[in-house]
């Protein structure tokens, strides 16, 4: 009754004792209590109400990884909220909660907007043309070749790419052509021309997985992508032989002084930045070095405003004033210790002898003494200070290799304590002039340094020698107190402007040299009293150039120097994307096959793409101008020699392989009488060595060697990281392009020229995904994909040390698959059609010397046996080749459930292995057992829910027993006793349904170097520092030097600034200039406020918080000089590519600089250009692949080829463009 | 002719005032959530207030006008001391004034929302349906005011209150003048017409509001009287 409709009027309304209240006024009449007439709260509570609340997160590479409630309400998923039940982070922290961006929470938005793709899509040419070749034969492969092989029908379906005509159908048809494309294409060209790319495994890991363990079984290959993005920080290899391990955020409040430089913390970390906030409550003093007054600058008490690209010769006289005043004028215990324990810096070089002067050569070896034992060329030298002679102390890469047992970081020589001396100065023999090159925009130059040395007598004869810390001191202009005299080039005090003064990186950076003073000094006289707490921040802004090595390289001077890294609250904080795959050994196991087949095609995506999209022949870097003026031998003609060069002797992988189907390789081999894989490979070798038989490199442009299918998922290449985007589509897709460019100067040696380039490489054009992304735009085939509230799956991040699930609100609405559906989908008709066409084959594969593999000290000297300077050895002087047998037909069996491998031959990454023997029992009791088939008896991996089951099993960070046992082997090598820092944990095990019920902490394991646990955060190195494992170096330490040959004849052997590369040589093509409109600007791509790379840029919610569409900042200064103001559309152009633009004008952008905030896509309010006639382009229509040869180098030590590990980068921020007011521009709409 | 005067100014204004009653009836049941007044302040806020403040003085004013004028006999008025004539002079006087308020605020309404596309678009039929009648009934009023010069005391204003007290006479409106009667007839189709248009507002005017205590705690009041 009193829900009734006169109770809503007010005089009706339910009052008085009957009712339980009583209406009265009070205090003088100024408040009533009144009754009733709340039913319009109802309106709020059914608002919020909802019927179903499920535990998932965000699949994007955002580094985030939060937790997020999502909610369902009449069957409809309806919004998501922050999680707010983490872990804790220790008493006296800071929690990690609640994390969650704006972009984030409108992904919900996604799920039934019209950019979702509903239903498998195809160009309906090709469509037609498929369905027409079935009818004329019913078989499909025959279909699809007839297709496949016709030029003309080719061009055709090319051509249609990019301009709409996508028709729906069902999965099987989808399926069908998919699957009769690999078929085809594996019988006629092999398998390695099939293709997989998909980055980030760490926001998706079984997504991830879907793809590559499909492809991987069939013997494709898949493309990497942290080396592509440009977030490798090459120099982290190069330093301590490890792809990436920094702190999580919770660590930046115990560092008491930040230098932030190059990282937009509260833009890119947007759910870790309180910590930056509260750092600061606590007392930490901030300096922040940025081109521009981003979003960091404001939280800090010192701004560098350093030139962008310039930040190494900052770092470099900041080198100079540690090491003076912290080494040399005074000698800090702390940081000396550290340095003859931890670096490279005690140890002994050669002094090459020159003309006038020596140059730093390769580092002292043991066999340079002529004493015996395993690995003597692996092994390096310091001077014992205690007894009085050089020794070989634990540690360097030859124990590694050997089975001693002394590959530790003890200072000790055959259990002997020793005393590396860090300088030789107080006793040298001598006192010789060593030449170094510099660098700098006008050219390369040396300068001269007084080393002190010591005399070598070995089988060899005598060799002069100097320490690291030495050479070092040389290179930046502090001389010794001992030096006998002070030769002129080195500067007189910190304002002579002499290389490296902090008044030479005035001129440079524009830093005051003061203020370049007081912040080097203050970071480390931190550091000395906290014993390490000063961190530095890293990111795109420092990483995103060509030279961005030498950048990282010169900053991490000074946390190694101010003995920081290993340390809570100190050392690197290189944040870019989500990196960290927590379970990185268990996941791969799954994600690459292994527990079926070993080794599985692994290409750096970088040289793929510089070769598939023809970039290289519009390259014009001229290796000679980069070489160091001390280089031995002359430069190769072009880039790309070094890449071949590369692939030749085993340093990277090369897919295509050779000029030849390498199933029909074996075949051959056998028909000649091969009968063991010995032999097979010896065949081969034979063919290889009499130049029968080619890499595929070597002529790229030839129809044999085109990649041929390329699958995209979780991923939008030509959307967001496709650098030199109008090549890919020229080049690779055969599309219409706006290239204004025409092939360049320089004409590789080693590389077979063709003219006209090939147009339309690519055969097949598969996309996964969720949206009608740029990538989906351009593809032949568009296959809908389930959402993140929508699936199972894993997710974990470098920021924090939780992992989260996944898991589904809702079904896949429409037609929408989850990746592992779509690829079992796709492996179940290629199982069905390699059963009739392809059967059981043998398939050679060639793979890389690998890091952290005996192949890693295979050369210690560069020989190349395709110039006859040795012989070609698989393994040692030339890739690994092996046999491997693919059953075809069992591919959708295999995929579907965990092979016997894992138990077998073992789980590992990182060099260190361990058997599964446990894991994989366990398994088959919760996820249960097939029944029949190849994978009889295994665990069932049949749901994405079940492949997840297996990684936490799988995993030491996830399983506590696992964690205790895989110990050993590192135990075994090391000779240390290592188990204890996971045996707190040894009875823990996480299930999937564990972390839908709360996140849990990752347990410490070998294969990461930080400790978690309750009262600690994860910190990289510190179990190198603490409990004494090496870095996975040459010298086993942090390295300042470089020995490498190719390093030294790039005069890259110390840590030098190099400056940005000057790009406005290159003139458009058929462009008419018009100077003055014009400005010339370097162009900068840094990361969005409004989205996550292209993954929300177009949703309605981040659309309405900006301009809605692509934008380019520039100064307003240069917005005057081409009479430009705010809002104008902008023409932004190269000889690249167009891309149109609408003007943000600031004063915050740097004059000179465009700021273009990447990955806007070319989907909203892109409007034509006059200049291609074609819509405007991306990001990318402006940038071109760039690739530098010293991250090429393999087979040494820590510079040896891992799969995300090493390579050529993806560098754009070189880059400068040509902007002009576009004027009127026309929409097309016509 | 007869039948004509009773259907158009008896029966007609029963229905409409019928329909007004449970029209409102019906809208507050079926309908809370659309009973607002649709305003587009939200969407263009500058032309807004010059014709909502004008129209909104105008119109009101000219309810309590009307209210007051006819629906009091004019013996009232005479023991106070306005005859007739007084009476009709500040009828004239303050009707022009609020009918041309109400009426030039009502043309800046229609102008302002016809003429920009934002308000345009989300402008319904109801909406513009209400406005022309609106429009036309204040139109025809202020007609009257200005060319009428006749005297309602003892046709019109009698016949309305016949209507109000259930004794209606239709002969009363014979010999007014058309433009009289298109006005009281137009009133009325907008009277039966409101209830299902954003009219509805003015009954919404929060009066109580300020007579209510400026602090007030509601108690959630318990369902059912015990037994």
């Known amino acids: 009754m009193t829900d009734g409709f006169l109770n809503r009027l007010r005089f009706f309304r339910p009052k008085g004792p009957a009712y339980g209240c009583r209406e009265e006024k009070s205090a003088d009449g100024w408040t009533?209590?009144?009754?009733?007439?709340?039913?319009?709260?109802?309106?709020?509570?059914?608002?919020?109400?909802?019927?179903?609340?499920?535990?998932?997160?965000?699949?994007?590479?955002?580094?985030?990884?939060?937790?997020?409630?999502?909610?369902?309400?009449?069957?409809?998923?309806?919004?998501?909220?922050?999680?707010?039940?983490?872990?804790?982070?220790?008493?006296g922290f800071p929690n990690h909660e609640p994390r969650g961006c704006p972009r984030g929470a409108t992904y919900s938005w996604y799920t039934y907007s019209p950019v979702r793709l509903k239903h498998p899509l195809v160009r309906s040419c090709l469509l037609s043309m498929w369905r027409e070749a079935l009818e004329e034969n019913p078989d499909p492969v025959a279909a699809w070749k007839s297709i496949a092989g016709n030029e003309e029908k080719r061009r055709r379906f090319h051509q249609a790419r990019g301009k709409g005509g996508f028709v729906r159908v069902a999965w099987d048809e989808a399926a069908s052509l998919i699957a009769a494309a690999l078929v085809h294409t594996i019988k006629q060209y092999g398998p390695d021309r099939i293709f997989g790319f998909s980055p980030i495994p760490a926001m998706s890991m079984v997504c991830y997985a879907s793809g590559a363990r499909f492809l991987s079984l069939i013997g494709a290959s898949m493309l990497s992508f942290y080396d592509w993005y440009c977030d490798l920080p090459p120099a982290s290899p190069q330093i301590w032989g490890e792809q990436t391990d920094v702190p999580e955020s919770a660590d930046w409040y115990e560092s008491t002084y930040f230098i932030v430089w190059g990282t937009n913390l509260?833009?890119?970390?947007?759910?870790?930045?309180?910590?930056?906030?509260?750092?600061?409550?606590?007392?930490?003093?901030v300096a922040a070095v940025a081109p521009d007054y981003a979003e960091y600058v404001k939280f800090a008490?010192?701004?560098?405003?350093?030139?962008?690209?310039?930040?190494?010769?900052?770092?470099?006289?900041?080198?100079?004033?540690?090491?003076?005043?912290?080494?040399?004028?005074?000698?800090?215990?702390?940081?000396?210790?550290?340095?003859?324990?931890?670096?490279?810096?005690?140890?002994?070089?050669?002094?090459?002898?020159?003309e006038d002067a020596d140059s730093p050569g390769r580092f002292l070896r043991a066999a340079d003494l002529g004493m015996d034992g395993d690995n003597t060329r692996w092994k390096t030298v310091v001077y014992d200070a205690a007894g009085g002679c050089f020794a070989v102390p634990n540690g360097s890469i030859g124990f590694r290799w050997s089975e001693e047992g002394r590959w530790n970081l003890k200072l000790e020589e055959n259990d002997r304590p020793i005393d590396p001396l860090l300088s030789f100065s107080d006793r040298p023999d001598g006192?010789?002039?060593?030449?170094?090159?510099?660098?700098?925009?006008?050219?390369?130059?040396?300068?001269?340094?007084?080393?002190?040395?010591?005399?070598?007598p070995g089988p060899g004869g005598e060799l002069y020698v100097a320490t690291v810390f030495d050479l070092m001191a040389a290179h930046l202009g502090v001389l010794p107190k001992t030096a006998p005299e002070t030769p002129d080039e080195y500067p007189a005090d910190y304002a002579d402007p002499k290389p490296f003064t902090p008044a030479w990186q005035e001129a440079v950076t524009g830093v005051a040299a003061a203020d370049a003073v007081r912040v080097a000094r203050e970071f480390a006289e931190n550091a000395e009293k906290t014993r390490g707490k000063s961190m530095i921040f890293l990111g795109a802004g420092?990483?995103?150039?060509?030279?961005?090595?030498?950048?990282?390289?010169?900053?991490?001077?000074?946390?190694?120097?101010?003995g920081c890294q290993g340390v809570n609250g100190g050392g690197w904080a290189h944040y870019v994307g989500q990196e960290k795959v927590r379970p990185q050994a268990a996941w791969s196991q799954v994600a690459f096959g292994l527990d079926w087949q070993r080794p599985p095609r692994l290409q750096n995506g970088t040289s793929f793409h510089y070769f598939a999209t023809d970039q290289w022949r519009y390259d014009t870097l001229d290796p000679q101008t980069f070489h160091s003026p001390l280089a031995g031998r002359p430069a190769a003609r072009h880039m790309a020699d070094y890449n071949v060069t590369a692939a030749r002797l085993g340093w990277l992988p090369s897919y295509p392989q050779f000029n030849r189907n390498p199933v029909e390789l074996v075949r051959e081999a056998e028909a000649a009488g091969a009968a063991t894989d010995e032999e097979i490979t010896a065949h081969v070798v034979e063919r290889l060595k009499k130049g029968e038989l080619r890499f595929a490199v070597e002529d790229p442009d030839h129809p044999a060697n085109f990649p041929r299918i390329l699958f995209l998922w979780r991923a939008n290449l030509l959307g967001a990281s496709g650098k030199g985007h109008e090549y890919f589509l020229k080049h690779l897709l055969g599309a219409d392009h706006a290239?204004?460019?025409?092939?360049?100067?320089?004409?590789?040696?080693?590389?077979?020229?063709?003219?006209?380039?090939?147009?339309?490489?690519?055969?097949?054009?598969?996309?996964?995904?969720?949206?009608?992304?740029?990538?989906?735009?351009?593809?032949?085939?568009?296959l809908p994909a389930a959402g993140w509230y929508e699936m199972h799956d894993l997710n974990t991040t470098d920021m924090h040390p939780f992992i989260h699930p996944f898991n589904p609100a809702i079904d896949p609405p429409w037609e929408t698959r989850t990746n592992w559906e779509q690829f079992k989908t796709i492996a179940e008709k290629f199982s069905e059609l390699a059963a009739d066409h392809l059967g059981t084959v043998k398939d050679l594969v060639a793979v890389p010397l690998m890091h952290d593999s005996p192949g890693e000290i295979a050369q210690a000297d560069v020989r190349d046996w395709g110039l006859g300077e040795c012989e070609p050895v698989p393994g040692k002087t030339m890739p690994n080749l092996s046999v491997v047998t693919r059953d075809y037909p069992d591919t959708f069996r295999k995929m579907t459930s965990l092979g016997p491998l894992a138990a077998s031959a073992g789980v590992g990454s990182k060099g260190i292995m361990w058997k599964a023997a446990e894991e994989v029992e366990a398994l088959k009791a919760s996820l249960g057992t097939v029944a029949e088939g190849v994978g009889k008896g295994q665990p069932a991996m049949e749901t994405a829910k079940q492949a997840a089951e297996t990684i936490l099993m799988l995993a030491p960070e996830t399983n506590g027993e696992t964690a205790v046992k895989s110990w050993e082997g590192l135990e075994k090598r090391t000779g240390l006793s290592l188990r204890h820092l996971s045996l707190r944990r040894q009875g823990e095990r996480f299930r999937f349904d564990d972390l839908t019920a709360q996140p849990r902490k990752i347990i410490t394991s070998p294969v990461w170097s930080g400790i978690e646990s309750e009262e600690r955060r994860y910190s990289p190195f510190v179990i190198n520092i603490e409990e004494k494992v090496p870095f996975r170096t040459l010298t086993g330490r942090a390295q300042f030097y470089q020995d490498h040959p190719w390093m030294r004849d790039f005069g890259e052997q110390l840590p030098v600034y190099r400056p940005p590369l000057d790009m406005t040589a290159v003139d458009p093509d058929g462009v008419g200039r018009e100077p003055e409109r014009e400005i010339v600007l370097n162009y900068l791509t840094p990361h969005s406020k409004w989205s996550i790379h292209s993954t929300y840029s177009d949703t309605l919610t981040m659309l309405t918080l900006f301009r809605g569409g692509e934008a380019i900042w520039i100064n307003d200064e240069d917005a005057r000089k081409i009479g430009a103001a705010d809002n104008d559309w902008l023409e932004c152009f190269n000889a690249n590519g167009v891309v149109m633009a609408k003007a943000v004008v600031s004063p915050r952008i740097p004059p000179g600089k465009a700021f273009m905030y990447h990955a806007q896509e070319r989907l909203i309010n892109t409007p034509g250009s006059k200049l291609s006639a074609k819509r405007g382009g991306t990001h990318n229509s402006v940038t071109r692949i760039l690739v530098k040869p010293t991250h090429m180098i393999g087979g040494y030590a820590q510079l040896s080829y891992g799969f995300n590990y090493y390579g050529p980068?993806?560098?754009?921020?070189?880059?400068?463009?040509?902007?002009?007011?576009?004027?009127?521009?026309?929409?097309?709409?016509? | 002719m007869d039948l004509w005067y009773t259907i158009v100014f008896t029966v007609f204004p029963y229905l409409c005032l019928t329909t007004f009653v449970l029209g409102h009836g019906y809208r507050y049941v079926t309908d809370r959530y659309g009973w607002n007044a649709r305003s587009s302040e939200f969407l263009e806020k500058k032309r807004l207030f010059a014709g909502s403040v004008i129209f909104h003085a105008g119109i009101i004013l000219t309810f309590f006008g009307h209210a007051g004028g006819l629906l009091i006999p004019q013996r009232v008025f005479d023991a106070f001391g306005i005859d007739a004539?007084?009476?009709?002079?500040?009828?004239?006087?303050?009707?022009?004034?609020?009918?041309?308020?109400?009426?030039?605020?009502?043309?800046?309404?229609?102008?302002?929302?016809?003429?920009?596309?934002r308000l345009k678009i989300v402008t319904t039929v109801n909406d513009a349906v209400t406005l022309a009648a609106l429009t036309f009934v204040i139109g025809a009023g202020l007609f009257n005011v200005v060319f009428g010069h006749y005297n309602v005391l003892y046709s019109v204003a009698p016949w309305i209150r016949g209507i109000v007290s259930f004794t209606p006479d239709a002969a009363l409106m014979r010999g007014v003048p058309l433009g009289y009667q298109i006005h009281v007839t137009a009133a009325w189709a907008l009277l039966g017409f409101s209830p299902f248009s954003r009219l509805v507002h003015i009954w919404s005017a929060p009066l109580f509001y300020l007579l209510r205590p400026p602090i007030l705690f509601r108690r959630r009041a318990g369902h059912l009287p015990p037994a």
Not at chain 1, 547 to 559: E, F, Q, V
Not at chain 1, 764 to 770: C, I, K, N, Q
Request: overall charge neutral.
């Open chain 1, 32 to 91: 009533q209590t009144r009754c009733g007439q709340r039913d319009w709260e109802e309106l709020y509570r059914r608002r919020w109400q909802y019927d179903k609340k499920v535990r998932s997160t965000h699949g994007v590479n955002c580094t985030g990884s939060c937790s997020w409630d999502v909610y369902v309400k009449d069957g409809i998923l309806v919004w998501e909220t922050q999680a707010t039940d983490y872990p804790a982070c220790g008493e």
């Open chain 1, 431 to 456: 006192w010789r002039t060593v030449a170094f090159p510099v660098f700098a925009e006008a050219g390369a130059g040396i300068k001269k340094g007084l080393v002190p040395y010591k005399t070598v």
């Open chain 2, 85 to 117: 004539q007084g009476h009709m002079a500040i009828a004239f006087w303050s009707g022009l004034t609020v009918g041309v308020a109400a009426f030039a605020g009502v043309l800046l309404l229609g102008w302002r929302r016809l003429g920009q596309p």
């Open chain 1, 1209 to 1230: 980068i993806g560098a754009q921020r070189d880059e400068a463009i040509i902007v002009r007011k576009a004027g009127k521009v026309d929409w097309y709409e016509d």
């Open chain 1, 301 to 354: 008490d010192t701004w560098l405003p350093a030139r962008a690209g310039t930040d190494a010769a900052l770092a470099m006289a900041m080198t100079h004033v540690i090491v003076k005043e912290f080494y040399v004028d005074r000698q800090v215990p702390y940081f000396m210790d550290y340095a003859r324990q931890y670096t490279d810096l005690p140890f002994a070089v050669v002094l090459e002898s020159g």
């Open chain 1, 542 to 562: 420092t990483n995103h150039w060509f030279h961005s090595d030498m950048i990282y390289r010169t900053i991490i001077n000074l946390t190694t120097l101010c």
């Open chain 1, 739 to 782: 290239v204004l460019n025409t092939d360049g100067a320089l004409r590789p040696e080693k590389i077979t020229w063709r003219d006209p380039a090939p147009e339309g490489k690519l055969d097949l054009l598969v996309t996964l995904e969720l949206r009608m992304s740029t990538s989906a735009m351009y593809a032949d085939i568009a």
């Open chain 1, 266 to 285: 509260p833009m890119t970390r947007t759910p870790d930045a309180h910590f930056y906030t509260e750092a600061r409550y606590r007392g930490a003093r």
